[in-house]
């Protein structure tokens, strides 16, 4: 895996000068990834591709992507030289607990606004390189993908608007140019939903409006097949009074920018 071996590179370069010095070349041993608090794990997978790299071809899963863990739980297990352990341990943590962090958060969402036709999604706030890896934790976690790239749909955001001058115009174009591309459109205001909607566009992000607001615009769009996804100023206590509003989608950038690691260690 190419992100792997980056990673590696990064963080190896010439070697690690600590466990060389300290590690007879000769020594093994067993190591364990155990959960230090609970949450919903991800990027298994990743972690064995890391053993893989370093030489430890032994290891054992222990648990599946998506699956709950408790605090005390092995997640992945593992046999070999001591020094490629340890080669691995922190670049198959760093993919473990963070991908593990994005799928708990993701979960705490999808769970916060169980009842509701509503879907939590992601958005392209991802750190670079690592997109497809993130939005892999989401859908482990529940939920699901906004665009992978700019070329997957049409999102016309407020600079677009102020810099072409209205969402007609700018749809107009997106169409003109690119007629079997699903457009979105971003709206800040009632009046900006409802031009929306008159140019029959695809979605509607309502960005950081109200519940008030955000009802007004389920009414609005009733009977359209525009569907709608709030976004902005989200939170989990708020996520269950926006999703009970009637939208399609709750955007929360938060899922990849700021999840917490989940708290995961290796030891012999």
Not at 24 to 42: I, L, M, N, W
Request: aromatic residues 4%.
């Amino acid at each position: 895996m190419q992100r792997v071996a980056m990673a590696l590179a990064e963080d190896v370069r010439n070697g690690d000068i600590t466990t060389t010095a300290t590690i007879g070349e000769e020594q093994s041993s067993t190591a364990r990834f155990t959960a230090r608090k609970p949450g919903v794990v991800a990027g298994i997978l990743v972690a064995a591709a890391v053993l893989e790299e370093c030489g430890v071809r032994t290891y054992q899963l222990r648990r599946s992507d998506g699956e709950n863990v408790d605090r005390g739980e092995v997640i992945l297990s593992c046999e070999g030289s001591t020094r490629s352990i340890l080669l691995a341990e922190r670049t198959a943590l760093n993919f473990l607990t963070h991908l593990s962090g994005i799928a708990t958060l993701t979960h705490q969402w999808t769970k916060a606004i169980t009842g509701t036709h509503a879907k939590v999604r992601d958005t392209r706030k991802t750190i670079p390189g690592l997109r497809e890896l993130e939005k892999y934790a989401v859908r482990v976690g529940g939920g699901i993908n906004h665009r992978m790239t700019l070329t997957d749909g049409a999102l016309i955001k407020d600079n677009h608007i102020a810099a072409v001058g209205s969402i007609s115009r700018a749809v107009e174009r997106v169409r003109s140019q690119f007629p079997d591309v699903e457009i979105e459109v971003e709206a800040d205001t009632l009046e900006q939903v409802q031009e929306a909607l008159a140019m029959r566009v695809e979605l509607i992000l309502l960005d950081n409006m109200s519940i008030e607001e955000t009802k007004r615009a389920v009414v609005m769009a009733r009977g359209t097949s525009t569907k709608l996804e709030s976004s902005g100023g989200l939170t989990l206590e708020s996520a269950a009074a926006y999703a009970a509003t009637g939208v399609d989608y709750l955007a929360v950038g938060a899922l990849t920018h700021s999840a917490p690691a989940l708290d995961i260690g290796l030891d012999f």
